[in-house]
């Protein structure tokens, strides 16, 4: 096979220690570089680190570049550097992460550089954004539908919304799940047992549901403690929300990037709270899964589809007090979710995933993509309603009175065929 020069642009590079996007460039692009092709990362530097950064990762070549450090500007200031060393470093095709970066597309389309745009999820939906960035985020979607040669997808759910919304296709291309069997050892470390604990793996944003899991966790009857892994780089309310909902039994570790002892912690909780509700598949999800954890994932497309008849979902607090006591209760029925997650997780093959975006290069490199996109014009969707918030539980103890039925009118009050 012809070895083929990818670039990869628009994350925050490898090694992965961020999201799912850095973790899909990093497994991703080591396959194709074992595949014979060349892959080039453009990174963003870390200020402050310690002596020169890497030139290269597992076979990856890296290009550091700088970006503005400001939230709003960060993601898109890197890409127009990356993208301006791009157009002086020629490529045979390009991967570019997150629809936010699609004003700058036009520029690899003049250069003549194929160019496919992973659409990540509803960015715009993400409680930190704005009035101004939500309107950007769909201004975004719209110009990546117009400007990209193909769209890449990483979940039904998001390849059906692109549908709806631009009429426009997409290549599904989700990412693996990880097998693993980490073992038990290090939880000693962080005072837990196997199977002893509930877990929870988030950052702390609105949309990830970490204070509806931890508000419904405080109204339970739960034996067992709710371990929350995660912290909030700008969200200090919500994390001071999460923590004044919390009580004695929930214990918040902060971000763990042991990578082997997160693994434990996946492999050996009773079970996995997931709140994620506006990206497509989530890495954190997949993980989960293919370390056996038995699932309770906020009722949303995305998390059925990768959960499916393995777990069970929630909506409010009491949703959540209501599973968890199910699950306590019936520690066999968790076991057999569990195993049926691990079932789900081989679905979820890296090697398979980057066999998908090897094909998709090819494809770009050739040219074999529809010489004409759709016109990036947006019609209304389901997922243009808000998501509804859950309401506030009542104080224990409080009677909710039931509504009150309208009179009926009477028999000779009716029209006929209501009779």
């Given at each position: 096979?012809?070895?083929?020069?990818i670039?990869?642009?628009?994350?925050?590079?490898?090694?992965?220690?961020?999201?799912?996007?850095?973790t899909?460039?990093?497994?991703?692009?080591?396959?194709?570089?074992?595949?014979?092709?060349?892959?080039?990362?453009y990174?963003?530097?870390?200020?402050?680190?310690a002596g020169?950064p890497?030139?290269?990762?597992?076979?990856m070549e890296?290009?550091?570049?700088?970006?503005?450090?400001?939230?709003?500007?960060?993601?898109?200031?890197?890409?127009?550097?990356?993208?301006?060393?791009?157009?002086?470093?020629?490529t045979?095709a390009?991967?570019?992460?997150?629809?936010?970066?699609?004003?700058?597309?036009?520029?690899l389309r003049?250069?003549?550089?194929?160019?496919?745009?992973?659409?990540d999820?509803l960015?715009?939906?993400?409680?930190?954004w704005g009035?101004?960035?939500r309107?950007?985020?769909?201004?975004?979607?719209?110009?990546a539908?117009?400007?990209?040669?193909?769209?890449?997808?990483?979940?039904?759910g998001?390849?059906?919304?692109?549908?709806?919304?631009?009429?426009?296709?997409?290549?599904?291309?989700?990412?693996?799940?990880?097998l693993?069997?980490?073992?038990a050892?290090?939880?000693?470390?962080v005072?837990?047992?196997?199977?002893?604990?509930h877990l929870?793996?988030?950052?702390?944003e609105?949309?990830n549901?970490v204070?509806?899991i931890v508000?419904?966790?405080?109204?339970?009857d739960?034996?067992k403690?709710?371990?929350v892994v995660?912290?909030?780089p700008?969200?200090?309310?919500?994390t001071?929300r999460?923590?004044?909902?919390?009580?004695?039994?929930?214990?918040?570790?902060?971000?763990?990037w042991?990578?082997?002892?997160?693994?434990?912690?996946?492999?050996n909780?009773?079970?996995?709270?997931?709140?994620h509700?506006?990206?497509?598949?989530n890495?954190?999800?997949?993980?989960a899964?293919?370390a056996?954890?038995?699932?309770?994932a906020?009722?949303?497309?995305?998390?059925?589809?990768?959960?499916?008849?393995?777990?069970?979902?929630?909506?409010t607090?009491?949703?959540?007090?209501?599973?968890?006591?199910?699950?306590?209760?019936?520690?066999?029925?968790v076991a057999?979710d569990?195993?049926?997650?691990?079932?789900l997780?081989?679905g979820y093959?890296?090697?398979?995933?980057?066999?998908?975006?090897e094909?998709?290069?090819?494809?770009?490199?050739?040219?074999?993509?529809?010489?004409?996109?759709?016109?990036?014009?947006?019609?209304?969707?389901?997922?243009?309603r808000?998501?509804?918030?859950?309401?506030?539980?009542p104080?224990?103890?409080?009677?909710?009175?039931?509504?009150?039925?309208?009179?009926s009118?009477?028999?000779?009050?009716?029209?006929?065929?209501?009779?």
């Amino acid at each position: 096979m012809a070895r083929t020069s990818i670039a990869m642009v628009g994350t925050r590079g490898v090694p992965a220690r961020y999201g799912g996007f850095e973790t899909a460039v990093e497994e991703v692009g080591r396959r194709l570089v074992e595949r014979g092709h060349r892959v080039v990362v453009y990174c963003r530097t870390v200020p402050g680190a310690a002596g020169p950064p890497p030139a290269g990762h597992l076979g990856m070549e890296l290009v550091h570049l700088p970006a503005a450090r400001r939230r709003s500007l960060e993601t898109l200031s890197h890409t127009a550097l990356s993208v301006r060393h791009l157009l002086a470093h020629r490529t045979d095709a390009a991967i570019v992460f997150n629809a936010a970066n699609a004003p700058l597309l036009p520029l690899l389309r003049a250069a003549r550089i194929p160019v496919a745009t992973h659409v990540d999820g509803l960015e715009w939906k993400r409680a930190k954004w704005g009035g101004a960035g939500r309107r950007y985020y769909r201004t975004a979607e719209a110009l990546a539908v117009r400007w990209s040669d193909v769209l890449i997808a990483d979940a039904e759910g998001i390849a059906e919304y692109y549908r709806e919304a631009f009429a426009a296709p997409t290549t599904l291309l989700t990412y693996g799940a990880p097998l693993i069997a980490p073992g038990a050892h290090r939880l000693a470390e962080v005072g837990l047992e196997p199977g002893g604990y509930h877990l929870v793996v988030a950052r702390f944003e609105p949309e990830n549901h970490v204070d509806v899991i931890v508000e419904g966790y405080a109204a339970s009857d739960a034996a067992k403690p709710l371990v929350v892994v995660g912290s909030a780089p700008y969200s200090d309310d919500y994390t001071r929300r999460v923590h004044a909902l919390a009580d004695e039994r929930v214990r918040f570790l902060g971000g763990v990037w042991d990578q082997e002892l997160l693994d434990q912690l996946y492999a050996n909780c009773a079970t996995y709270l997931h709140g994620h509700s506006v990206g497509g598949t989530n890495p954190s999800l997949l993980r989960a899964i293919g370390a056996g954890a038995a699932v309770t994932a906020f009722d949303v497309s995305f998390n059925r589809e990768v959960v499916a008849d393995a777990g069970r979902f929630f909506r409010t607090p009491a949703d959540v007090a209501r599973e968890l006591a199910a699950a306590e209760a019936d520690p066999d029925g968790v076991a057999r979710d569990g195993a049926r997650s691990r079932e789900l997780a081989a679905g979820y093959d890296w090697d398979l995933v980057a066999e998908g975006y090897e094909r998709l290069a090819l494809d770009l490199a050739a040219r074999r993509f529809p010489a004409r996109r759709p016109s990036g014009r947006r019609a209304g969707t389901d997922a243009d309603r808000p998501l509804a918030r859950p309401a506030p539980e009542p104080p224990r103890g409080t009677v909710v009175p039931l509504p009150v039925p309208a009179p009926s009118p009477a028999w000779d009050e009716l029209r006929a065929a209501q009779r």
